[in-house]
C-alpha cells in the first residue's frame, strides 16, 4: 500500500531559527514529490516540486531533497519567520494518484 | 483568471439532497484532480481527469459521488443523497503535463457541509 508519512505533526519555534520538516513514502516508485503549504482554511499553495531524478530544489528560503531509494523527502526552512505558520505537506506522485502525507503543523513564534 | 477556481466556497445542505461543486482549472492544464479533506485528515484522492481519457474514478467512496469533465475544461463533481460524513472540504487540482510530472496547482476549495 503506498502511504506517506511526515514527522513530525506538530513544531514551535521562536523566530529565526532553521526548521526541518520530514517525509516518508513507502513505495519508491514515485514520478514527483511536491511539497505544499496551507493556511486555515484555505487551499493548497505549491512551494517545491522535485522529480524522481532530482536531488533537491531550492526556492529562497527554501531547500528540498530526494532520496527516492530511501523513500525520504527533507524540506528545509531557513531563518524562519511568523509568516511562515501554515501546515505544510508533502505529495508522492505515482502517476495517476498523489499520495498526500498527513502534513506538519508549524508555529513561528515572533 | 490565472488560477485554479471552485464553486461554490461554501454549501451548506440538508441529509439527502444532492449537491454539484465545480472546477474550472488553468487553462490549458490537461489534468485534473478531485481530492477530498475532512476535519483534522490528510487529503484523500478521488477522481483523475486525463484529457479526453476515461477518469481515474478508483477513489470515489460510494456509488453516490460522480464526475464529469466537459470538453476537456470545466469540471463537476456531483454527490447524490448527501450524508453527514460527506461534510469536508472538496479541492480541486489542475496539471499541465500530461507525462505524470507535472506540478499541481490548487483550487481554494467547496467546504460542504451536511447537516
Do not use: M
Not at chain 1, 4 to 32: H, K, M, R, W
Amino acid at each position: 500500500k503506498q502511504e506517506v508519512t511526515q514527522i513530525p505533526a506538530a513544531l514551535s519555534v521562536p523566530e529565526g531559527e532553521n526548521l526541518v520538516l520530514n517525509c516518508s513514502f513507502t513505495d519508491s516508485a514515485i514520478y514527483n514529490l511536491q511539497w505544499f503549504r496551507q493556511d486555515p482554511g484555505k487551499g493548497l499553495t505549491s512551494l517545491l516540486l522535485i522529480q524522481s531524478s532530482q536531488r533537491e530544489q531550492t526556492s529562497g528560503r527554501l531547500n528540498a531533497s530526494l532520496d527516492k531509494s530511501s523513500g525520504r523527502s527533507t524540506l528545509y526552512i531557513a531563518a524562519s519567520q511568523p509568516g511562515d505558520s501554515a501546515t505544510y505537506l508533502c505529495a508522492a506522485n505515482y502517476g495517476q494518484n498523489f499520495v498526500f502525507g498527513p502534513g506538519t503543523r508549524l508555529s513561528v513564534l515572533p | 483568471g490565472a488560477g485554479v477556481s471552485q464553486s461554490p466556497s461554501n454549501k451548506v445542505t440538508e441529509k439527502g439532497k444532492d449537491v454539484e461543486l465545480r472546477c474550472d482549472p488553468i487553462s490549458g492544464h490537461t489534468a485534473l484532480y478531485w481530492y477530498r479533506q475532512s476535519l483534522g485528515q490528510g487529503l484523500e484522492f478521488l477522481i483523475y481527469f486525463q484529457g479526453n481519457s476515461a477518469p481515474d474514478k478508483s477513489g470515489l467512496p460510494s456509488d453516490r459521488f460522480s464526475a464529469e469533465r466537459t470538453g476537456g475544461s470545466v469540471s463537476t463533481l456531483t454527490i447524490q443523497r448527501t450524508q453527514q460524513e460527506d461534510s469536508a472540504v472538496y479541492l480541486c487540482a489542475s496539471s499541465l503535463d500530461s507525462s505524470y510530472s507535472g506540478e499541481q496547482f490548487f483550487g481554494p476549495g467547496t467546504r460542504l457541509t451536511v447537516l
